[in-house]
């Protein structure tokens, strides 16, 4: 894996790391980083059974990925909070097209928490069970985990990391909204929000973003890339309610 940088200093002991591989099963080269071809872009996550997938995966666990292409082969090096407080609840490793969760690809069953692939899903969705040592799980710093991601009570509140914490507010300076990327988000029946950009969609719980009555104020809700590019996505609700989302890039 010479073809990803890192350092021991990148290493924290209290974070998940994994490697995946992924190849053409014709045997032809997936395309290096910066081609355009749509194919050589995933969206790859660790999910928790029992929580909604679009809610909980590596963007919202402070996740982010390197990657290469060796000989055709894709080596991506994912790493997000630590999963091993979950390990007996069930643990899963998703693949989609795009580079978002697209909550099309899978089913998550409200009632078995049990996330499957969608078969009418017309692109890459595999998933697979993640085992992790049982005797890791730790139950009640799992549910607080939970608790501080879908429900914090401050941003800056009860914050303590020894890692260091990407900074969005600065490489938002020097970052550039993607003119065509301002679109209004749609509306499932469930009340679920989608925001899709560049053949990709992100589903969205509207109310874990913004306060009664609050408009005008762009919220952060996913950042992904590799160290050449880093896409940030907002959304902004304004006094109509109206929900507007924009894709910047990150410098």
């Known amino acids: 894996m010479n073809g990803i940088k890192s350092s021991v200093h990148d290493i924290y002991p209290d974070r998940t790391y994994a490697v995946i591989s992924i190849e053409k099963e014709d045997g032809s080269m997936i395309p290096g980083f910066g081609d355009k071809d749509s194919e050589s872009k995933f969206f790859i996550s660790p999910l928790i059974k029992g929580q909604k997938p679009w809610l909980v995966n590596i963007a919202s666990m402070n996740g982010g990925y390197r990657e290469c292409v060796i000989d055709g082969v894709m080596y991506r090096l994912i790493e997000c909070d630590g999963i091993e407080m979950f390990a007996d609840r069930g643990l899963y490793l998703c693949i989609n097209s795009g580079t978002f969760y697209d909550i099309d690809a899978f089913i998550y069953d409200e009632r078995s928490g049990e996330i499957t692939p969608n078969p009418d899903y017309k692109g890459i969705n595999i998933i697979f069970d993640l085992p992790l040592d049982i005797n890791k799980a730790d139950h009640k710093k799992a549910d607080e985990y939970l608790k501080e991601l879908l429900e914090p009570e401050d ?16 490489e938002f300076e020097n970052g550039a909204v993607i003119p065509e990327s301002i679109k209004e988000v749609t509306f499932d029946e469930k009340g679920m929000a989608y925001y899709e950009y560049g053949g990709s969609k992100v589903g969205l719980s509207i109310e874990h973003f913004f306060k009664e009555g609050e408009t005008g104020v762009w919220k952060n809700t996913a950042v992904f890339g590799s ?12 006094e109509n309610g109206v929900i507007t989302g924009r894709a910047i890039k990150l410098k």
């Open 155 to 170: 941003d800056t509140a009860g914050v303590d990391h020894e890692e260091p914490i990407i900074d969005i507010e600065k």
């Open 227 to 238: 160290d050449e590019e880093r896409i940030l996505v907002q959304i902004m609700k304004d």
